[in-house]
């Protein structure tokens, strides 16, 4: 209770900041002076862009978790989503989104292994997507970025290199089952040498059991291609139009000229280079790089006022509707 209370504090504490950031570079009052001539059609479209972004999330958990438990309602997977949306976004790293998510999934009764493994390959396949699909914009579109902002795109290669050592480790842990019990065992001794454990004996027996059902589940959904390739057309699209709201939003501003693909791979940059930022949201960190990418494409007098909107829709309506989530129960 008290880590909840404190990561709410910092989510709140990040929020006032980008307030403050908004207040002193004149977002707001771009933003209101702005408003008559918005397009409102096309920020109602990134609205429900956001939207089917968390109903392709709980698609991808639903299909996953079908080969475990038959009867995983899309209400269930939603829910889990939600709850992940919320603490992913007021936690630093966006650490709590997964612990809260596998607590949730066990209230679902789905039991611990299962609920583990559903998101570990759940989690493998969205990073080795967004690795590939960052790979490939790298490469389509590296002499457009390349030669407006030399220095910061090779910050680029670095966010990618890091979230492909992650993959690999991933896969090391869920496919090597001897090496994986190695590891939490240790980890375990350690806990109990700093007296955070009661009964060791009991500890190692859970752990072992939890992590038999845990690679045992993985093996299941391994051997069922049809759905893991659903699930990743699912997370194709998932990043694909969360990437794509920028250019609503240049739309919704009445500008033209620049390409969608173009705006898709800057949020792509902009996520790898902000992922790491040790801020609930990357909060300052996701603004300043938006500012860095976007200002190729946005006009000066409404970039601030862009930044404001991406924000709200992506970032501020995951805390608002998934502290809903989190609460209803």
Partial sequence: MKNYKFNVILGIASGIIFVLLIIFTNGWVDLIHQMKNLKIQWLIVSAIVMMLYWVFEAKTLQN??????KDYKFKQAFKVTMVGQYFNSITPFASGGQPMQLYTLIKQELGAGSSGSALMIKFIIYQTV??????????????????????????????????????????????????????????????????????????????????????????????????????????????TIIFSIPYFIYLSFGMSGASIENMIAGTAFVMMLTAFIPLPGAVGGAEGAFFMFFSLFFAANNIMAAILLWRLITFYSCIIFGFYAFMKD
Avoid at 64 to 69: E, H, M, Q, T, Y
Avoid at 192 to 199: F, I, P, T
């Fill in 64 to 69: 996953i978790v079908f080969l475990i438990k």
């Fill in 130 to 239: 967004l690795t590939i699909y960052s790979l490939i914009l790298i490469l389509w579109k590296a002499s457009f970025f390349k030669t407006r902002m030399s220095n910061l795109f090779y910050l680029i290669g670095i966010g990618f290199a890091i979230n492909a050592s992650v993959i690999i480790f991933l896969i090391i842990f869920s496919k090597y089952r001897k090496l994986t019990h190695k590891l939490i065992t240790f980890l375990s001794k350690i806990l109990d040498k700093l007296k955070l454990v009661k009964n060791m004996s009991k500890l190692e027996k859970h752990i072992n059991d939890n992590l038999d059902q845990f690679h045992d589940n993985m093996e299941i959904v391994k051997n069922s291609g049809a759905l893991m390739l659903k699930a990743t057309i699912y997370t194709i699209i998932q990043l």
